[in-house]
């Protein structure tokens, strides 16, 4: 449900003027106690949200107040956690293709390193001179064991992540051996998900595998990880994840696997992002122009720049039109940004009430991977966040960008007298 009445929102913009992302702490706040409730039975239960979804200090600083740690995949996301106070095994750090820097910032900061391929090992060993981190995870891709997977993903075969099981068996004698003594197992094979089933599914694969890593290897895994693949529903006639269905199907499994096998108590660990901020964000934009030609447009004052999903994946997000909650939907528009780029389009032949110049736009459904993947492509400068606090006051947390920021990595005073020709050469030039 969008927090704020129509002249809410019209009193926002004035202080705040559109593009701005508008996230709510009080549903940030009550889902994410919704989703610890459904797993309180479980002994050692962790989110570690995925920094990628939403890379702000401030959300994070809440999040970590209702209990989670921090998923990074990268050096920006460690610093982004270590802002907001999170540190040491409070950090999950499951990258790939990580640079020796980036495992050294993580083990400075006391990270679980969830390791993406068995080459690391020696890997992470170099880039830390030596030392070896006591506890260690991997990443596992079950390749063509796992059914499933889909359009972001793709099949795990396919798929670039992840340690096949032989390696798997290997990698944790290799990392015992360097002196290794507390391990997880982690896996990722699914984004964006709306079926409770495909999750009760991966933690039988996990949890099997953690039956036979001890019995092969005597290794007894201290937790797994299910990553994030939790889906949101964008389309309204979709159905959320119910976290009780996922909680309850997993603890059966635990009961059935995971204590007759002695591995109690076991750490169950996610790393979700898309299912804890993405329905409590919203991108607030204006309609600028309204263009007729083949088909009807509303060009809106946000971009491609601010909101990539609907242009890179044709994702849906649903589009309100404020104050014409329950007009009748009866114009059919494409509603586009500015960008060069003919996929720069939020909504495509959308059913919406009429839209006149002047009104606020809310795409919803923008709070995980929103904002995020935003870029400059063109020059478009990337839009601020404003939190509306659970007091009913709001706070920006991060502005908006300006051109500076834009031209902040080029030496613009050395622009000048580089190759310069004189504009009496120019003119003879363009004579001839
Ligand atoms: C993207 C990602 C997540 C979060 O995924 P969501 O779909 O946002 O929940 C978690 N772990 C890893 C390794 C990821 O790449």
Known sequence: ?????????????????????????????????AFTQAFSSFPRFREYFAVKACPNPYLLKILADEGCGA???????????????IRGERIMFTSNDTPADEYRRAFALGAILNLDDITHINFLKEALGGQFPFTISFRYNPGPLKVGGNAIIGKPE????????????????????????HFGLHTMVASNELHSDFFIDTARLLFELCGDIKAQLGIAIEFVDFGGGIGIPYRPEEVPVNFDTVARGIK??????????????????????????????????????????????????????????????????????????????THVYDVVGSLCENNDKFAVQRALP??????????????????????????????????????????????????????????????????SRSRAEWANQTRR
Not at 158 to 181: C, I, N, P, V, W
């Open 71 to 85: 998923d990074c995949s990268s050096r920006a996301e460690l610093e982004l956690a270590d802002m907001a106070g």
């Open 1 to 33: 449900m969008f927090p704020l009445g129509h002249d809410e929102l019209t009193a926002l913009t004035r202080q705040f003027p559109t593009p701005f992302y508008l996230y709510d702490e009080r549903a940030i706040r009550e889902n994410m106690r």
């Open 354 to 419: 009429k839209i006149d110049r002047g009104d606020l736009l809310i795409i919803h459904d923008a709070g995980a991977h929103g904002r995020a993947m935003g870029f400059n492509y063109n020059g478009k400068l990337r839009c601020g966040e404003i939190l509306l606090r659970d007091d009913g006051s709001f706070k920006e947390i991060r502005r908006r960008e300006t051109l500076d920021d834009l031209f902040a990595t080029i030496d613009v005073a050395g622009v000048n007298d580089f190759c």
């Open 158 to 181: 396919e798929a670039k992540y992840g340690l096949t099981r032989d390696q798997l068996f290997a990698a944790y004698e290799q990392s015992r051996a360097l002196g290794a003594r």
């Open 252 to 329: 059966a499994l635990y009961e059935r696997i995971i204590v007759p096998a002695g591995l109690d108590p076991l750490g169950t660990y996610w790393e979700c992002g898309r299912p804890i901020t993405g329905p409590y964000g919203y991108l607030i934009t204006t309609a600028i122009h309204e263009k007729h030609i083949y088909r009807d447009y509303i060009g809106v004052d946000a971009c491609m720049a601010d909101l990539m999903r609907p242009g890179l994946y044709g994702a849906y997000h649903e589009i309100t039109v404020s104050g014409k909650e329950a007009a009748p939907r």
